[in-house]
């Protein structure tokens, strides 16, 4: 399975964060999204006519669209990531699948603007970002009131991997994250999965050593 | 974590054994926000160089001198802390009266509005008293609501509401102070147009 993949891109690393968490090994084909423009290359438009990374390619199958990606590696190593299969907790996922593109655009955008200097209106795209996180707070939120730590159940689906990115690179974007109790915890649930793997703005959540020991004839 | 109070920001912190402790949100060496750094045993560490204070606001260790006991004249400055039902109240000088007790509520959730006080007190149409803001919603629950104002009109809304209450009365509390919210700042973008 190849992934035309680029470090600094979160919907890029949804799909390898998927991966790791479900333990796929993936052939990543970098692609110089900046200052390249590679994903507009005649090789990457023939494989992707929308011109947009990441790309997963497994012999004839070529997928464009994220949340497919993340369906794909968990209907084929871990079906437990797709929730448990009754009506609503299928439908929770799909909604937040969906929702996530709204996370894409508004704070992905506003990170972009930031960070690569994209042209956009960068107060109306902050704007939409803070709308998108207090939904997924309020979500977060009942689910709590429910019992359950994650988007659509107890323990983490496709759903949180499609959200988490852009949320925890928000700040790159100029939208701070303190007024979300709900979704820093939700956030530290995640960074500290089993097998969860970092991208650059988003580590893994550590483990506090004990205190070193001075180090003797030093002071 | 930071938190603001009026008399400005803060590092909230809660040590290893339970005991939740503020202090202002610098540390004393280089002026980093305590805030950053980290909570090790009894003890609030700063992320800048380790310099690390105990509640009362006294440095306990200086990495780069590991031989030092650090002076007492090097302290944080603190503030009194008193917890009570799920709620963490902070002093803002020398405390003269005790935190309300607010029995038989439960803490539901925190969020901020982009709202004065005055405003949420006007839509809520009740005024904030020693004890918060009573709000009779228009599901007939009742809702506490504690307001701790922000910088640049925000406000920050703890919401309690009765500790019997089920988990869908909850759920229908936690949706009506979204409309609440959603109103005040409504409100609040018009009064500052016009």
């Given at each position: 399975?190849?992934?035309?993949?680029?470090?600094?891109?979160?919907?890029?690393?949804?799909?390898?964060?998927?991966?790791?968490?479900?333990?796929?090994?993936?052939?990543?084909?970098?692609?110089?999204?900046?200052?390249?423009?590679?994903?507009?290359?005649?090789?990457?438009?023939?494989?992707?006519?929308?011109?947009?990374?990441?790309?997963?390619?497994?012999?004839?199958?070529?997928?464009?669209?994220?949340?497919?990606?993340?369906?794909?590696?968990?209907?084929?190593?871990?079906?437990?990531?797709?929730?448990?299969?009754?009506?609503?907790?299928?439908?929770?996922?799909?909604?937040?699948?969906?929702?996530?593109?709204?996370?894409?655009?508004?704070?992905?955008?506003?990170?972009?603007?930031?960070?690569?200097?994209?042209?956009?209106?960068?107060?109306?795209?902050?704007?939409?970002?803070?709308?998108?996180?207090?939904?997924?707070?309020?979500?977060?939120?009942?689910?709590?009131?429910?019992?359950?730590?994650?988007?659509?159940?107890?323990?983490?689906?496709?759903?949180d991997i499609a959200c988490f990115p852009y949320v925890a690179l928000a700040p790159d974007?100029?939208?701070?994250?303190?007024?979300?109790?709900?979704?820093?915890?939700?956030?530290?649930?995640?960074?500290?999965?089993?097998?969860?793997?970092?991208?650059?703005?988003?580590?893994?959540?550590?483990?506090?050593?004990?205190?070193?020991?001075?180090?003797?004839?030093?002071? | 974590?930071?938190?603001?109070?009026?008399?400005?920001?803060?590092?909230?912190?809660?040590?290893?054994?339970?005991?939740?402790?503020?202090?202002?949100?610098?540390?004393?060496?280089?002026?980093?926000?305590?805030?950053?750094?980290?909570?090790?045993?009894?003890?609030?560490?700063?992320?800048?160089?380790?310099?690390?204070?105990?509640?009362?606001?006294?440095?306990?260790?200086?990495?780069?001198?590991?031989?030092?006991?650090?002076?007492?004249?090097?302290?944080?400055?603190?503030?009194?802390?008193?917890?009570?039902?799920?709620?963490?109240?902070?002093?803002?000088?020398?405390?003269?009266?005790?935190?309300?007790?607010?029995?038989?509520?439960?803490?539901?959730?925190?969020?901020?509005?982009?709202?004065?006080?005055?405003?949420?007190?006007?839509?809520?149409?009740?005024?904030?008293?020693?004890?918060?803001?009573?709000?009779?919603?228009?599901?007939?629950?009742?809702?506490?609501?504690?307001?701790?104002?922000?910088?640049?009109?925000?406000?920050?809304?703890?919401?309690?509401?009765?500790?019997?209450?089920?988990?869908?009365?909850?759920?229908?509390?936690?949706?009506?102070?979204?409309?609440?919210?959603?109103?005040?700042?409504?409100?609040?973008?018009?009064?500052?147009?016009?």
């Amino acid at each position: 399975m190849k992934l035309y993949d680029y470090v600094l891109s979160p919907s890029c690393y949804k799909v390898r964060l998927m991966a790791a968490l479900t333990g796929v090994k993936l052939e990543i084909r970098p692609v110089d999204f900046h200052p390249g423009a590679e994903h507009r290359s005649p090789e990457l438009m023939a494989l992707n006519p929308a011109g947009s990374i990441p790309i997963l390619e497994d012999d004839d199958l070529i997928l464009t669209e994220s949340a497919a990606m993340l369906v794909y590696l968990a209907a084929q190593a871990g079906p437990e990531w797709l929730g448990s299969g009754t009506p609503e907790q299928t439908a929770r996922v799909q909604q937040w699948l969906s929702f996530s593109h709204r996370l894409t655009a508004s704070l992905g955008g506003a990170r972009l603007h930031e960070m690569l200097l994209r042209p956009g209106d960068i107060a109306k795209l902050q704007a939409q970002g803070i709308a998108a996180l207090r939904e997924l707070e309020s979500g977060l939120v009942e689910q709590g009131l429910r019992g359950m730590r994650f988007l659509a159940s107890d323990r983490p689906t496709v759903a949180d991997i499609a959200c988490f990115p852009y949320v925890a690179l928000a700040p790159d974007g100029g939208v701070p994250l303190d007024p979300y109790p709900g979704i820093r915890l939700w956030s530290r649930a995640i960074r500290g999965l089993e097998h969860f793997i970092e991208m650059p703005g988003i580590h893994r959540l550590h483990e506090l050593k004990s205190e070193p020991d001075a180090e003797p004839g030093e002071a | 974590m930071p938190a603001r109070t009026p008399a400005g920001p803060i590092a909230l912190w809660r040590s290893q054994s339970g005991h939740a402790a503020a202090s202002a949100d610098r540390c004393p060496h280089r002026g980093m926000r305590l805030s950053h750094g980290f909570v090790r045993g009894e003890a609030l560490s700063c992320i800048y160089h380790g310099w690390s204070y105990a509640r009362p606001g006294n440095c306990l260790r200086i990495p780069a001198h590991p031989g030092l006991t650090p002076p007492e004249t090097i302290r944080v400055a603190t503030h009194e802390v008193e917890e009570s039902g799920g709620v963490i109240w902070v002093a803002v000088g020398e405390p003269t009266i005790q935190p309300p007790r607010l029995e038989g509520l439960a803490p539901l959730r925190s969020l901020t509005a982009h709202a004065g006080i005055a405003v949420l007190e006007a839509v809520v149409g009740a005024k904030a008293g020693p004890e918060g803001l009573v709000w009779q919603a228009q599901n007939s629950q009742e809702i506490r609501l504690l307001l701790v104002p922000q910088e640049d009109d925000h406000t920050l809304i703890h919401v309690l509401l009765d500790e019997k209450s089920s988990a869908s009365q909850r759920v229908a509390a936690s949706r009506a102070i979204e409309s609440l919210r959603r109103t005040a700042e409504y409100l609040q973008a018009k009064g500052i147009a016009s």
